[in-house]
């Protein structure tokens, strides 16, 4: 079964949201208005009774209210709703005075009359013919002390007509308010995700050889707005992760091709005639480099690549790198005899890492220091801890490096003179490996140059 859609089941989910607002809204409404309906008849008998007891302290006894109603009579008049029924304690079944049809069930007037004492009390009832009223009960003294049970009724008709009339608008006017309720949030809701059409037309447009389409995130609302930014900054990231492959890929191609067509050149022409088999060891000791030229190019590529993928590696551990730079040290100290050059290690500090791969970053350094160093020269390896971080700087002097070429030193392949590098073996990766070494490592790798004068790398390390 094929799921809804989005707007679907948002509009669905708004629509059934309104819908039970809308009718929590009317029945409270409606016990609000039965509620207003209730006070105003409590408060309008509560006024009449109080007009009703100061006219019977006029009267002298009970039986003067039989032959003089007209008093109470008045205060009733005009009143059509309201019943006003007095009684004598002695004789219950007989009304002292009777004004207006009340109920028409004696048995609940008299168990309201039973129930009535001097404080004022109220009293729901309906009668038989399905008419409610609300009675106001009373016990009220004469002047010779008698005290007379006064019933004052009102039926509320008026309120329940209000009432049904308020039922019927409401459910006449619901399932239109639903309706509206209905096509509004279906509106809203398709206007709020135009936005994600132009997502996927984006997504449609992009391909790995196009990836230069960006999202507008101009007048979108802030939550989509944080996405197409986002959006946007992973298509830039893959944009110049693809570009780096294929640049990389073109650099590898061109690298790899000189010393296959190398070899099978000498192969080529060693084999158009007989050789001797002194000929045939040069030319097999030639192949030879040719091919540790090659795998070097592997082996640095397949570095490259575990660099790339620091899940892989082993949990960092607190390292002293004074002592990984005297290792690396130790390491070129005969190569650095042969040419008359001294190698200096000053400072201490400890950071956190891989020991291998940071030997292997400081190893890249130091053998392209050697390499450019003039004899009889220092080659300066210093240590320094600071606030944050934690800098190692490989200096020597030389011819230097140019501008133009510092910001490039890093990158795959780059040579600042191809051809001696490669005659001096040199692959074209290892300040690459630096790179990532220290990318790995949450570090930076840096290079300060003057022509002529001193060349600095430097490893900075975050302080642990």
């Given at each position: 079964?094929?799921?809804?859609?989005?707007?679907?089941?948002?509009?669905?989910?708004v629509s059934i949201l309104g819908a039970l607002l809308v009718v929590f809204v009317a029945i409270l409404a409606y016990?609000?208005?039965?509620?207003?309906?209730?006070?105003?008849?409590?408060?309008?008998?509560?006024?009449?009774?109080?007009?009703?007891?100061?006219?019977?302290?006029?009267?002298?006894?009970?039986?003067?209210?039989?032959?003089?109603?007209?008093?109470?009579?008045?205060?009733?008049?005009?009143?059509?709703?309201?019943?006003?029924?007095?009684?004598?304690?002695?004789?219950?079944?007989?009304?002292?005075?009777?004004?207006?049809?009340?109920?028409?069930?004696?048995?609940?007037?008299?168990?309201?009359?039973?129930?009535?004492?001097?404080?004022?009390?109220?009293?729901?009832?309906?009668?038989?013919?399905?008419?409610?009223?609300?009675?106001?009960?009373?016990?009220?003294?004469?002047?010779?002390?008698?005290?007379?049970?006064?019933?004052?009724?009102?039926?509320?008709?008026?309120?329940?007509?209000?009432?049904?009339?308020?039922?019927?608008?409401?459910?006449?006017?619901?399932?239109?308010?639903?309706?509206?309720?209905?096509?509004?949030?279906?509106?809203?809701?398709?206007?709020?995700?135009?936005?994600?059409?132009?997502?996927?037309?984006?997504?449609?447009?992009?391909?790995?050889?196009?990836?230069?389409?960006?999202?507008?995130?101009?007048n979108m609302p802030q939550e989509l707005s944080e996405l197409a930014l986002g959006i946007n900054v992973m298509l830039?990231?893959?944009?110049?992760?693809?570009?780096?492959?294929?640049?990389?890929?073109?650099?590898?191609?061109?690298?790899?091709?000189?010393?296959?067509?190398?070899?099978?050149?000498?192969?080529?022409?060693?084999?158009?005639?007989?050789?001797?088999?002194?000929?045939?060891?040069?030319?097999?000791?030639?192949?030879?480099?040719?091919?540790?030229?090659?795998?070097?190019?592997?082996?640095?590529?397949?570095?490259?690549?575990?660099?790339?993928?620091?899940?892989?590696?082993?949990?960092?551990?607190?390292?002293?790198?004074?002592?990984?730079?005297?290792?690396?040290?130790?390491?070129?100290?005969?190569?650095?005899?042969?040419?008359?050059?001294?190698?200096?290690?000053?400072?201490?500090?400890?950071?956190?890492?891989?020991?291998?791969?940071?030997?292997?970053?400081?190893?890249?350094?130091?053998?392209?220091?050697?390499?450019?160093?003039?004899?009889?020269?220092?080659?300066?390896?210093?240590?320094?801890?600071?606030?944050?971080?934690?800098?190692?700087?490989?200096?020597?002097?030389?011819?230097?490096?140019?501008?133009?070429?510092?910001?490039?030193?890093?990158?795959?392949?780059?040579?600042?003179?191809?051809?001696?590098?490669?005659?001096?073996?040199?692959?074209?990766?290892?300040?690459?490996?630096?790179?990532?070494?220290?990318?790995?490592?949450?570090?930076?790798?840096?290079?300060?140059?003057?022509?002529?004068?001193?060349?600095?790398?430097?490893?900075?390390?975050?302080?642990?």
């Open positions: 079964m094929k799921p809804a859609s989005l707007s679907l089941r948002l509009g669905l989910t016990f609000a208005l039965t509620h207003e309906l209730n006070a105003l008849s409590r408060d309008s008998l509560e006024k009449k009774i109080e007009q009703v007891e100061h006219s019977l302290k006029l009267y002298a006894d009970a039986s003067e209210i039989r032959t003089k109603p007209h008093i109470l009579l008045d205060q009733v008049m005009g009143h059509d709703n309201l019943t006003l029924t007095i009684y004598d304690q002695d004789n219950l079944r007989t009304p002292l005075l009777k004004s207006g049809s009340g109920m028409s069930d004696p048995r609940l007037e008299l168990k309201a009359i039973r129930a009535t004492t001097e404080q004022l009390a109220y009293t729901s009832n309906t009668d038989t013919e399905g008419t409610k009223f609300l009675t106001a009960s009373r016990l009220i003294r004469l002047k010779d002390g008698t005290r007379v049970p006064v019933l004052l009724s009102t039926d509320n008709a008026h309120d329940q007509a209000l009432l049904s009339a308020y039922l019927r608008s409401t459910l006449l006017a619901l399932p239109l308010l639903l309706i509206f309720i209905g096509l509004s949030a279906w509106g809203a809701v398709q206007r709020g995700l135009a936005p994600l059409r132009e997502f996927r037309k984006v997504a449609a447009r992009v391909t790995t050889q196009d990836l230069d389409h960006r999202l507008s995130a101009v830039h990231r893959l944009d110049a992760g693809v570009q780096q492959l294929s640049q990389f890929s073109d650099d590898l191609a061109h690298e790899l091709r000189t010393p296959i067509n190398n070899l099978m050149g000498k192969a080529q022409v060693t084999l158009s005639r007989e050789r001797t088999t002194e000929e045939y060891k040069n030319v097999l000791v030639s192949c030879i480099e040719e091919l540790e030229r090659v795998a070097r190019i592997v082996s640095d590529m397949l570095f490259l690549a575990q660099a790339s993928h620091p899940t892989a590696h082993a949990p960092f551990e607190s390292i002293a790198l004074e002592d990984e730079v005297l290792k690396v040290v130790e390491l070129f100290a005969l190569s650095a005899q042969d040419k008359q050059i001294r190698l200096s290690v000053v400072g201490s500090a400890q950071v956190s890492g891989d020991r291998l791969m940071i030997q292997r970053a400081i190893s890249n350094l130091l053998s392209n220091a050697l390499r450019h160093c003039p004899p009889g020269n220092t080659v300066s390896l210093i240590i320094e801890s600071g606030a944050t971080q934690v800098s190692l700087f490989v200096s020597n002097p030389g011819v230097g490096i140019e501008a133009q070429h510092l910001p490039h030193l890093f990158d795959r392949f780059y040579r600042v003179d191809s051809s001696r590098t490669r005659s001096q073996g040199s692959t074209g990766l290892g300040l690459a490996i630096v790179r990532s070494i220290m990318s790995l490592h949450k570090g930076v790798a840096q290079v300060e140059s003057q022509p002529g004068e001193m060349t600095v790398f430097r490893l900075a390390f975050p302080k642990t």
